[in-house]
Nanobody, 111 residues
Framework: QVQLVESGGGLVQAGGSLRLSCASS????????MSWYRQAPGKERELVAT???????YYTRSVQGRFTISRDNHKNTLYLQMNSLKPEDTAMYYC?????WGRGTQVTVSS
C-alpha cells in the first residue's frame, strides 16, 4: 500500500503562485508515472500534469506554460509549481500513482 500525502495548497490571489508537494511512502524510483489531477466543485476530476521516470511530461492545455511538474526521486516527492494562477484553477488537487490516490490539497484562487 503506497501512501501519498499532498501539501502546499492554500488561498492565493489571481496571478500568484503556489507549489504543491506529494510525498510518497514508496521509493519513487519504482513508480514509473506520477500525476497531478484536480477536481472543482460540480466537475469531474481531470488530469493536470503527468511525468514519467525519464522526465517526459504532459500538461493539460489550460495549464501549459503556467504549471511545471517535477519529481525528486531521492526525496520520494512529486511537485507541481503553479504560476499565474487563475480563479478557474480553484480545485482540490490530487496526487496519483496508479492505483493510489492522495487525499488532496485545496487550492483557491481569488479574483
Amino acid at each position: 500500500q503506497v501512501q501519498l500525502v499532498e501539501s502546499g495548497g492554500g488561498l492565493v490571489q489571481a496571478g500568484g503562485s503556489l507549489r504543491l508537494s506529494c510525498a510518497s511512502s514508496e521509493n519513487t524510483f519504482s513508480i514509473s508515472v506520477m500525476s497531478w489531477y484536480r477536481q472543482a466543485p460540480g466537475k469531474e476530476r481531470e488530469l493536470v500534469a503527468t511525468m514519467n521516470l525519464i522526465g517526459i511530461t504532459y500538461y493539460t492545455r489550460s495549464v501549459q506554460g503556467r504549471f511545471t511538474i517535477s519529481r525528486d526521486n531521492h526525496k520520494n516527492t512529486l511537485y507541481l509549481q503553479m504560476n499565474s494562477l487563475k480563479p478557474e484553477d480553484t480545485a482540490m488537487y490530487y496526487c496519483f500513482a496508479q492505483p493510489y490516490w492522495g487525499r488532496g490539497t485545496q487550492v483557491t484562487v481569488s479574483s
